[in-house]
């Protein structure tokens, strides 16, 4: 698997599949929740409404899959990250299934390419730096990551860039 870091916006990705941070309801929200909503249009939302009428949402560190709808990726993937509660709630476990329950499901796709978002860093005040390095573990030491072909961080601010490219260069060093 390659890990690519991209400046960028997550929804103009042309890749098989896009994680979304989402929310447990999957309607959308702010942040890239609202933007992969708004620019993937009404099918996503219709996609993740008929997931909670019959799962009842998506539970904190779990992941759903959808069509893209108008995005270039041909799937979401919806992964519900924690809200950052000075580490005392499990918060890191969370995250890190966050990333390999989104694999999982790239894996039974038959996803060969997939984008991923800073998970939890936004509204939900997860540490930036202590995101990054699960992010960036959990992926290189996911078991099936062979059946992926290429991986992107796509990261929307400048702060998360640098904090990728610092883990990564250590990585690659």
């Known amino acids: 698997m390659r890990i690519e870091l991209i400046k960028g916006d997550i929804t103009e990705q ?11 309801t999957l309607l959308g929200g702010g942040g890239v929740d609202g933007a992969i909503h708004r620019k993937g249009g009404r099918r996503i939302l219709e ?4 997931i909670r009428a019959k799962q009842g949402g998506c539970k904190v560190g779990e992941a759903v899959i959808t069509t893209a709808g108008k995005l270039p990726a041909k799937f ?5 990250g924690p809200r950052w509660n000075d580490g005392k709630s499990n918060e890191a476990n969370l ?26 860093t936004g509204i939900y005040r997860f540490p930036k730096n202590a995101a990054a390095e699960i992010a960036i573990d959990s992926v290189v030491n996911f078991p099936d990551k062979d059946k992926i072909n290429l991986l992107q961080f ?4 400048e702060e998360n860039y640098r904090i990728y490219s610092d883990k990564l260069k250590d990585l690659n060093s």
Do not use: G, M, P, R
């Open 14 to 24: 042309w890749v098989d599949a896009v994680v979304n941070a989402a929310n447990t």
């Open 47 to 50: 996609e993740c409404q008929a």
């Open 76 to 80: 979401v993937i919806h992964t519900v």
């Open 95 to 120: 995250l890190k299934n966050c990333y390999i329950n989104s694999l999982d499901l790239a894996v039974e796709n038959n996803v060969d390419t997939i984008a991923f978002t800073n998970i939890s």
């Open 154 to 157: 796509v990261c929307f601010d």
